[in-house]
């Protein structure tokens, strides 16, 4: 299993970044794949947004509907577009898959600032 991020980057604050994660290597029908943030001072990765293969959206509390996230299937990719992006949201943000095993991807840096 291989998980192959991109997108992030620099961003002024108001704007947006579109986030791309691919799976491959033997996928399950079954899943859930998604973002996680490791924003600084902050010790853990919280969850961005994740969805699963029966299309079950959660996204974390901070989101406040400004980031989307999108699956297609067919490329086992999942999307996440950011919007209205603020200092805050700077970190870096890891794709997760998970089915029966679990991979985290190697992370991709966003930076918001002006």
């Known amino acids: 299993l291989q998980l192959v991020e991109s997108g992030g980057g620099l961003v002024q604050p108001g704007g947006s970044l579109r986030l791309s994660c691919k799976a491959s290597?033997?996928?399950?029908?079954?899943?859930?794949m998604g973002w996680y943030r490791q924003v600084p001072d902050n010790g853990g990765r919280e969850s961005v947004a994740t969805i699963a293969t029966t299309d079950v959206i959660q996204y974390g509390d901070f989101v406040n509907g400004r980031f989307i996230i999108s699956r297609d299937s067919a490329k086992n990719t999942v999307n996440l577009e950011m919007n209205k992006l603020e200092p805050g949201d700077t970190g870096i943000y890891y794709c997760?898959?998970?089915?029966?095993?679990?991979?985290w991807g190697q992370g991709t840096q966003v930076n918001v600032s002006s």
């Open positions: 997760h898959f998970q089915d029966w095993r679990g991979c």
């Open positions: 290597g033997g996928i399950s029908l079954v899943y859930v």
